[in-house]
């Protein structure tokens, strides 16, 4: 079993702060995703990072992918109440022959106030 | 592109009765799918894996006879809880890949399941 540790489990800033939040692995992905999911509905994905070292930015949101290709980051610059939401990491893990695995970690709860 | 449905988006049963949800791909051809279930503010634990024209895979402690999958198509995929019971209230979410890339996962909106 493949296990993605992801941190902060819950946080809560004020709107205009910055954070990041982190997702590790003894494991090499094959590839990484996040994901950022709201109350009743299913994850919507952000950004799949597959080369290490590689850095993706989508407006206030940094992604990076380690340069071993076990950990991730996710920075959020300013953060704004519309922000709010679970983020989940995920990984593909390389099965047998080109099967791959998908593993969440375990969420991180953002609440941004206004 | 690559969206997912899935149907019903809730739905509340009595205890012993047997519900399907369906996922659907709408505008791709998925030869896998995965079921998800996911307890309120956790995250998504998978329980197995869909594939079209054979058996699903199912995780570690999770009961097959209870949680039938049938994937007849590459655009559907069911999942029936059987004899339902309050413990199997959750959050039920699909997801497909793709043909082209066996990375990225899509998912569908969820299904509130309650049972009383």
């Known amino acids: 079993t493949q296990l993605l540790e992801q941190s902060p489990q819950f946080l809560s800033i004020q709107e205009g702060e910055n954070l990041t939040v982190y997702c590790n692995s003894s494991s090499v992905f094959s590839s990484l995703q996040w994901y950022r999911q709201e109350p009743g509905e299913g994850p919507v994905l952000l950004v799949t990072v597959v080369t290490g070292g590689e850095v993706k930015k989508l407006k206030r949101l940094t992604f990076q992918f380690g340069d071993a290709r076990k950990d991730s980051s996710l920075h959020i610059t300013a953060a704004q109440p519309g922000d709010t939401g679970l983020y989940l990491c995920a990984g593909n893990f390389f099965l047998s022959g080109s099967a791959r695995q998908l593993t969440f970690g375990s969420g991180t709860q953002l609440t941004v106030l206004p | 592109g690559a969206v997912v449905s899935q149907h019903p988006s809730w739905v509340i049963c009595k205890s012993g009765t047997s519900v399907k949800i369906e996922c659907r791909s709408l505008?791709?051809?998925?030869?896998?799918m995965f079921w998800y279930r996911q307890f309120p503010k956790q995250s998504l634990m998978l329980m197995a894996t869909s594939n079209e024209g054979s058996k699903a895979t199912y995780e570690q402690g999770v009961e097959k006879d209870k949680f039938l999958i049938n994937h007849a198509s590459l655009t559907l995929s069911t999942l029936t809880v059987t004899s339902a019971h309050p413990e199997d209230s959750s959050f039920y979410i699909c997801s497909a890949r793709t043909l082209s890339n066996t990375d990225t996962q899509y998912f569908g909106p969820g299904t509130r399941l309650t049972v009383l």
């Open positions: 505008d791709f051809q998925a030869t896998t």
